[in-house]
Structures are given as structure tokens and as C-alpha cells.
């Protein structure tokens, strides 16, 4: 299945910029979705998570109250809306979908998404 990533770029310290994933072949609803970032040098790391309903969420300590999570199931995307921008927010940038079969849940780890994009890159400098 494809997920499509859109709205990465260059912004400066402290900006604002709005991820969007879109899907045409899954059936969107029934998946848990969640972003990942991977650095230069560095291992995939976990960013943020919601659930089927998107009633819950769940961010790593060090994005909390500068990102937010969202989805449209109408329109089959997910969105991850980043302010306060910092340069170690600087990544690419990929979204996730895990098949569950369970409203409320939502995952952490990479292991337990079963597609992913081909990623954008966030790149915060002055």
C-alpha cells in the first residue's frame, strides 16, 4: 500500500510547518497512524501516534506542546502539524499506518506499523 508525504521543507527556528500522509489504498479507517523522524547518523525515532477514531494520541517527551497529531478519515490523511520549530527537529519525516482492530489504540513502536512512506525532509536553520 502507499503512503504519500507532503510539506516538508526549509523553515527557520521557531516556524511552523504542517505534514500531510495521504492514502488512496487502504482502507483508512480500520489503521492506527503514527510519524516517525530518522536524522542523519541517527536511528528512526518515534514522534507521534493516534488512533483509529483519533481520539487518542500520544508524543514523544520532546515534541509535547509544539506537535500535534490529527487525521480526516473522510479524506484518508493524517497530519502532523510542528511550531516552535527547532534544529534538532531537523529529519526526515515518515508516516505510518498499523492495522488494528481495536478504535482507541495506538503504537509506539516501529515494529508494529505495517506500511510506511517514502518520507520528507524537515530541515530547520537559520
Known amino acids: 500500500a502507499q503512503l504519500v508525504e507532503s510539506g516538508g521543507g526549509l523553515v527557520q527556528p521557531g516556524g511552523s510547518l504542517r505534514l500531510s500522509c495521504a492514502t488512496s489504498?487502504?482502507?483508512?479507517?480500520?489503521?492506527?497512524m503514527g510519524w516517525f523522524r530518522q536524522a542523519p547518523g541517527k536511528e528512526r525515532e518515534f514522534v507521534a501516534t493516534?488512533?483509529?477514531?483519533?481520539?487518542?494520541?500520544y508524543y514523544v517527551d520532546s515534541v509535547k506542546g509544539r506537535f500535534t497529531i490529527s487525521r480526516d478519515n473522510a479524506k484518508s490523511e493524517v497530519y502532523l502539524q510542528m511550531n516552535s520549530l527547532k534544529p534538532e527537529d531537523t529529519a526526515v519525516y515518515y508516516c505510518?499506518?498499523?492495522?488494528?482492530?481495536?478504535?482507541?489504540?495506538?503504537?509506539?513502536?516501529?515494529?508494529?506499523?505495517?506500511?510506511w512512506g517514502q518520507g520528507t525532509q524537515v530541515t530547520v536553520s537559520s
Open positions: 489504498e487502504l482502507t483508512f479507517a480500520n489503521y492506527a
Open positions: 493516534i488512533s483509529r477514531s483519533g481520539g487518542r494520541t
Open positions: 505510518a499506518a498499523a492495522r488494528t482492530y481495536y478504535s482507541t489504540s495506538y503504537y509506539s513502536t516501529a515494529k508494529q506499523y505495517d506500511y
